[in-house]
């Protein structure tokens, strides 16, 4: 199950970095999606998803369960990681480098999952648990999810 994940993200990753990279200010910052986010911020989000991701992969192998760790997305709070770090006026080229990276890393961080751990639960909301594999499991289809809305932009 982990190495299908690499296997299916790292060919889109390689694929996606050359894309980005050779985007106009134009399509990047202009054209918005109905969470009113261009193609900077898109990317931007993806970042601090992969960067939340691992950090919750790591916990969830050896702190006290269920995890208690902060899911940034929740109740739009994505979208003040958004605003905050101001991908708005971050250097092109060094996001999608980050972008690019982290998801690699995170590639790397889950494919060196300890198997016993993947039941370890942390609390995604007040009431809802998700075990380590479920998360894992559904990141591809987020990543994918984005990856859509930004070709979506692109042909607007």
């Known amino acids: ?4 994940i690499s296997q299916t993200l790292i060919p889109l990753i390689k694929e996606w970095e050359n894309r980005l990279m050779n985007f106009s200010e134009e399509v990047i910052s202009v054209p918005r999606n109905k969470q009113h986010r261009n193609i900077r911020q898109i990317v931007g989000h993806m970042v601090d998803s992969a960067s939340n991701n691992t950090h919750r992969v790591v916990h969830l192998q050896y702190r006290e369960l269920p995890l208690r760790f902060p899911n940034y997305a929740t109740y739009g709070n994505n979208d003040h990681w958004i605003s905050i770090q101001n991908y708005e006026k971050e250097n092109w080229d060094n996001l999608v480098q980050l972008w ?14 300890d198997a016993d751990k993947l039941q370890n639960e942390w609390f995604a909301d007040v009431d809802k648990k998700i075990t380590l594999k479920e998360m894992v499991e559904d990141f591809p289809q987020h990543f994918k999810l984005h990856i859509s809305e930004i070709e979506e932009l692109m042909n607007e």
């Open 1 to 4: 199950m982990l190495e299908e």
């Open 100 to 113: 690019k990276f982290l998801h690699l890393h995170f590639l790397h961080v889950i494919a060196n999952i």
